[in-house]
């Protein structure tokens, strides 16, 4: 099973909301990661978390906030976000760090008011 | 720090044509990884080459891998329109504050027409 869930699918928030995605895997995966995606773009890291403590930071606005409660979850908490952050939100997972594959789950369309 | 580049950005292909996939990357990576996207969906792993000369086929697709001449190839063989996707190749920072990073070449839209 390579299954990378993420919930919600769809968010529409204005930029005075507090929201939250989250995303869940069960492969026992030690590295997860989010990732931005916008139209006819590649996907830009975000976040890398490995054995639940945050790696990376790619100097990303503190209006998101990452989370990793334990293994499997990984949450990113939105703060007063600008209409130019409504993307595609990517969340992925690998064994470890040490350049594994990375699966992908469906990703979560934002849209910021 | 490792920088990728696809080429073309745009391909339109007829069924049944050969046509190949260039990605070129700046410095060492470990690993050259393929990705294929449909509209609005998530990335699915096609292809991940781990060493010099190696080459792995699924269906109609080839991926090869030249570390010295920091080259890899997707070939897509006798090409049907269920292939039309955006493909991308990634490289893995081997070191450094961004070790396991995963960087992503600009993606090549494909279109297979009749």
């Known amino acids: 099973d390579t299954e990378v869930t993420q919930t919600p699918k769809h968010l529409v928030m204005g930029m005075t909301n507090k929201k939250s995605l989250k995303c869940e895997q069960h492969?026992?995966?030690?590295?997860m990661y989010w990732y931005k995606q916008k139209a006819k773009k590649p996907p830009e890291l975000m976040f890398v978390?490995?054995?639940?403590?945050?790696?990376i930071n790619e100097s990303v606005p503190s209006r998101f906030s990452p989370e990793c409660p334990n293994s499997s979850l990984l949450n990113l908490h939105l703060h007063a976000l600008q209409p130019e952050d409504s993307a595609l939100y990517l969340c992925?997972?690998?064994?470890?760090?040490?350049?594994?594959?990375?699966?992908f789950g469906p990703g979560t369309r934002l849209t910021v008011l | 720090e490792l920088k990728v580049e696809q080429n073309p950005l745009f391909l339109s292909m007829q069924e049944g044509k050969n046509y190949t996939i260039y990605c070129n990357y700046s410095?060492?990576?470990?690993?050259l990884y393929w990705y294929r996207q449909d509209p609005g969906k998530s990335l699915e792993s096609l292809f991940v080459?781990?060493?010099?000369?190696a080459v792995k086929q699924e269906g109609r697709l080839m991926a090869s891998l030249d570390t010295k001449a920091r080259l890899s190839t997707l070939h897509i063989t006798a090409a049907v329109h269920d292939l039309s996707a955006t493909y991308f190749c990634a490289g893995i920072n081997a070191g450094g504050t961004s070790y396991g990073k995963l960087t992503f070449g600009q993606g090549t839209i494909l279109t297979v027409h009749p």
């Open positions: 492969m026992g995966h030690r590295a």
């Open positions: 978390y490995s054995y639940e403590k945050l790696s």
């Open positions: 992925a997972s690998s064994q470890d760090r040490l350049g594994d594959t990375q699966y």
């Open positions: 410095t060492t990576s470990d690993r």
């Open positions: 080459l781990l060493s010099n000369g």
